[in-house]
């Protein structure tokens, strides 16, 4: 059994954007609704870079940057305080495979070599070490719908075995047509958590993760956030995230995507 202490959370979701804003939903207290996502995303990056990445890269290193807002004052002076980070996402950047796919259909066949850098499932930690400067370890993962606990199980496991933070990452965005047509990802989704494998005074929660359980993973009782949770393979957090956003001790089973489940405990 790992047991981590969860320092930091960032979010961003179409309705859910950044953690703080997005408490009262996740715990029940305001109707979750839709909303377009912020037009600037990732601020961090320089500017040159921030115009050439994609919505995938944006999306996944603006829920990084507000997880890490909170030690921003040690890593922007000391770049050995950044975590090592897990990267989670069931398809990787969809928007650059699908460019790809379509100039092979072309007679010259010319691919971007700038599509080609973007195409490699890595690129968004690749980007992260851009904007933060960070040499740590990074691991760039998919286990399809279970992505999200597969991250989750990689973060723990490196956090304990390696004694330091750990900065969990997961994100998935909806496919454009036609590769639409063959997977559906209803909304663009992501979290990031910074997990602390130490006692610390200041957390949002006490995980208790134990693997190996069997059983039916959590459904959310808002019809709208379940249609988030089961329609995004990184919204498979969101158990998780109501859990901790309306102090609840109890247990927590998260989907991995087959039989199986991630369980665990949870303390505010």
Not at 113 to 141: D, E, K, M, R
């Amino acid at each position: 059994m790992s047991v981590l202490h969860l320092e930091a959370i960032g979010l961003m979701a179409p309705g859910l954007v950044g953690w703080e804003r997005s408490r009262a939903v996740l715990a029940g207290e305001q109707p979750y609704q839709t909303a377009p996502l912020p037009a600037t995303l990732a601020m961090l990056l320089p500017a040159n870079e921030r115009r050439r990445t994609t919505a995938t890269v944006k999306l996944a290193l603006q829920v990084a940057q507000e997880a890490m807002d909170g030690m921003k004052a040690q890593w922007q002076t000391r770049r050995d305080c950044m975590p090592p980070t897990v990267l989670a996402s069931s398809g990787g950047d969809s928007e650059v495979l699908n460019k790809i796919c379509m100039a092979l259909t072309e007679p010259d066949r010319a691919v971007s070599p700038t599509q080609f850098h973007h195409s490699v499932h890595n690129t968004p930690a690749g980007y992260w070490a851009i904007a933060t400067g960070c040499t740590l370890s990074s691991l760039s993962l998919s286990a399809y719908d279970g992505s999200f606990a597969a991250g989750l199980r990689e973060a723990a496991a490196l956090a304990s075995t390696e004694a330091t933070r750990v900065l969990l990452i997961a994100y998935d965005l909806p496919l454009p047509f036609p590769l639409a047509e063959r997977r559906t990802i209803v909304a663009p989704f992501a979290v990031a958590l910074l997990l602390n494998p130490a006692p610390i005074n200041e957390r949002l929660a006490l995980l208790r993760i134990k693997p190996g359980c069997s059983g039916t993973a959590d459904r959310l009782e808002s019809a709208e956030l379940e249609q988030l949770r089961a329609g995004n393979p990184a919204a498979r957090s969101l158990p998780l995230l109501c859990a901790i956003a309306r102090r609840r001790a109890g247990p927590i089973a998260l989907d991995t995507g087959d039989d199986a489940i991630l369980g665990m405990e949870i303390t505010p």
